[in-house]
């Protein structure tokens, strides 16, 4: 071996030496940066003419390991979902409160049923105060856990468009810093920087959203959603992420590098995102929705037993609530027998008696002759039978019932066959005595059948949203109302395919008149109404309002209740006396001591009360105490799950983070090894070095 060979050997050495205590100190003085990568020396002897000629730096590298990484990135993006979903749950179930303290949501609907069981056995001015304000502070309270739960979902819409912001930064720094990578790695240069960069972005990534990372032959590395789609490092270009939260369903839109715009939402199978947009699209509204039933089903439940009794004195006139349909259209469905009652505001004796016949279309006037009429003539009918001072009317979906002077009214339906349509008799259907009343139709049981008049002419137009179970977007599709002016017809032109939902899923009425959409199924589709033009020719009343189409406008009636305001200024008109239509003549039909409506309002938290399908929860009769508790627990539930979820994905990701770092990390005691090893190499080819000096310099000295 010539000498020459023998000082190229000790240079290399010198250098790959060199190299490795730099590539040392930079571990040893990042051993506390949080995220870093230790760097390795990856060399390999030289060899020449089949003679070894020293050694060489390969690369400096980062000690990664793939199946670590992945094992990192997937627990990140579990944490995150884990942590949105339990932290926005706990605060929904906050705002309910504890059922077993006072003051919570619950407890304060068991003080509505409490404050009129105390009323029954206490008829005193103030008592009927303090039930009223009960009953006042309990709808009070169903409007702020309305408008609570809104808040969060305009939260989430909040905090969803400031993580696609910051997921489009982390892509464009990810793939910028490729192409860092690839110029490094071909100039011979140390990439691992610019790579300890990259890798700390992609695990802040990973928390958002669920990744996949694959590496390049040239350096850098591909991201991918959770399906394949490309995310950055393809080529083309970071993709770009956009976020809608204006539609029933928040819904993230992906945009490739090469401008192919395509929904996110099913891609997503975990992080942050996803836990995002399922709170937005289904948990929030789900309690939404069950709030939103509960409230009603209360509403419903007192105003029924409301309307069933009177005050004393009864009212001179009575304005019932808006039905959303014209006057034949109410009345067509009637069944049974209903009495209203003309009442001496002086000694509450009878004074004249108007029997309604349903069944028989007939009205009777204390007990004379029968009067025929049709449902299109009844307004007309019963205007006649309540004599001289006395008026029928129906105007905006409104009836209006007036007295004759000194008498006041009261309604009772017939203990054998009462009046009913959509459920309800003939007082409660028209909201003629409410304890209860709304800014919006709250029951959507209409009385309808297919034969009926459907009331929307034709021409007119109700825009359908479909969605997929991950709230991306299918088909909007157009229903025009029919020319036929039945329900029937109605029904037809709302399941007809093409032209209508009949793709997937189908609307139908049932027993009481109320409208259901029911998907295909195994489909998963949801429906929701983009836009609704049509209105009710005698009311002016939309298809989706008159029967509860979509979400979004059944879960706004939480905050659209309260107590009748006449009621609030004077309890007095509190209905708690039972008409008794038996008395002999000349005494009282009424009395200011009876009490029984009050006890009857005391036990409407237990009496059965039928509850539609509502946010998870199937359709159920049941008392409303009962369904409260169902609720209460259903989000308990919910809430202690996200709770449990959140730490076990939390355990993981430690653990997972603790190994991937064992691995990847600094340990200082490795490091001082490899110090004192490259140290002695380093000694070892500057000797060599040296000998070749020393043995040069013999040879130069002897020649001279």
Do not use: C, W
């Not at 959770?226 to 770009?240: V, Y």
């Not at 891609?267 to 942050?272: N, Y």
Request: proline share 3%.
């Amino acid at each position: 071996m010539s000498l020459n060979s023998i000082l190229n050997n000790a240079s290399s050495g010198l250098y790959t030496a060199q190299t490795a205590l730099r590539t040392v100190s930079d571990n040893v003085a990042n051993v506390n940066t949080p995220g870093y990568v230790r760097k390795v020396v990856d060399q390999s002897a030289v060899v020449a003419g089949g003679q070894g000629s020293g050694v060489t730096v390969n690369q400096v590298r980062n000690a990664t390991d793939g199946f670590l990484q992945a094992a990192t990135l997937g627990a990140n993006a579990g944490t995150g979902m884990a942590s949105i979903l339990s932290n926005i749950l706990d605060q929904a179930q906050s705002l309910f409160g504890d059922p077993s303290t006072t003051g919570s949501y619950f407890s304060t609907m068991d003080g509505v049923f409490s404050a009129f069981s105390t009323l029954a056995s206490n008829p005193t001015t103030s008592g009927r105060a303090q039930a009223l304000s009960q009953v006042s502070s309990f709808f009070n309270q169903s409007a702020a856990l309305s408008t609570s739960l809104n808040t969060l979902s305009a939260q989430t819409d909040q905090r969803l468009t400031t993580d696609v912001g910051q997921v489009n930064q982390l892509l464009s720094q990810i793939d910028g810093l490729n192409a860092e990578i690839s110029r490094a790695n071909a100039t011979g240069g140390d990439s691992t920087g610019a790579q300890n960069q990259q890798s700390g972005l992609i695990d802040t990534l990973s928390s958002l959203m669920d990744v996949k990372v694959s590496t390049l032959p040239s350096g850098g590395v591909v991201v991918r959603a959770s399906d394949g789609t490309a995310l950055a490092g393809d080529g083309s270009g970071p993709a770009k992420l956009s976020y809608d939260g204006t539609g029933p369903t928040g819904q993230i839109t992906l945009t490739s590098g090469t401008g192919v715009s395509q929904p996110l939402g099913s891609r997503l199978t975990s992080g942050e995102l996803n836990g995002l947009l399922q709170l937005r699209n289904t948990e929030l509204p789900q309690i939404k929705s069950q709030l939103s039933e509960l409230t009603s089903g209360v509403a419903d439940q007192l105003n029924a037993i409301h309307n069933a009794y009177s005050p004393v004195p009864p009212p001179t006139t009575m304005t019932g609530a808006n039905t959303g349909l014209d006057a034949a259209s109410a009345v067509s469905g009637f069944t049974g027998k209903t009495t209203i009652a003309e009442v001496d505001s002086t000694n509450s004796s009878l004074t004249h008696r108007i029997d309604i016949d349903f069944d028989a279309g007939t009205i009777t006037v204390d007990g004379g002759t029968a009067q025929n009429f049709t449902p299109s003539t009844f307004i007309s009918t019963l205007n006649s039978a309540m004599g001289t001072g006395g008026s029928a009317s129906f105007t905006n979906g409104k009836l209006t019932l007036n007295s004759a002077t000194g008498t006041g009214l009261a309604i009772q339906d017939d203990a054998t066959t009462p009046a009913s349509n959509g459920g309800k008799g003939f007082s409660d259907y028209f909201g003629m005595n409410d304890l209860i009343s709304s800014t919006t139709f709250s029951n959507y049981n209409t009385g309808l059948s297919s034969t009926d008049p459907s009331g929307f002419p034709a021409g007119q137009q109700i825009k359908f949203h479909i969605t997929d179970a991950n709230g991306a977007p299918i088909q909007d599709v157009t229903v025009t109302t029919p020319a036929g002016t039945t329900m029937a017809a109605m029904l037809g032109a709302l399941n007809a395919n093409p032209g209508g939902v009949g793709a997937y899923g189908s609307f139908a009425l049932d027993a009481n008149g109320a409208m259901t959409f029911t998907p295909n199924a195994g489909s998963g589709v949801n429906l929701s109404v983009a836009t609704d033009n049509t209105a009710n020719t005698g009311t002016g009343t939309s298809l989706s309002q008159l029967f509860g189409i979509g979400d979004a406008t059944r879960n706004n009636r939480a905050a659209s209740f309260s107590v009748r305001s006449d009621l609030t200024t004077s309890p007095s008109g509190l209905s708690l006396a039972k008409l008794n239509l038996s008395a002999a003549a000349g005494t009282a039909v009424l009395s200011s001591g009876d009490t029984s409506g009050a006890d009857a309002l005391g036990q409407a938290g237990t009496a059965l009360h039928s509850f539609g399908a509502a946010g998870g929860i199937g359709a159920s009769t049941t008392g409303l105490s009962d369904y409260a508790a169902n609720i209460a627990a259903t989000i308990g539930r919910k809430a202690s799950n996200a709770d449990a979820n959140a730490t076990q994905a939390t355990a993981i990701s430690t653990e997972a983070t603790a190994r991937r770092s064992s691995y990847e990390g600094v340990n200082l005691d490795s490091e001082l090894v490899n110090l004192t090893t490259y140290q002695q190499a380093y000694n070892a080819s500057a000797r060599m070095v040296q000998a070749a000096k020393d043995m040069y310099d013999t040879l130069m000295n002897m020649v001279n």
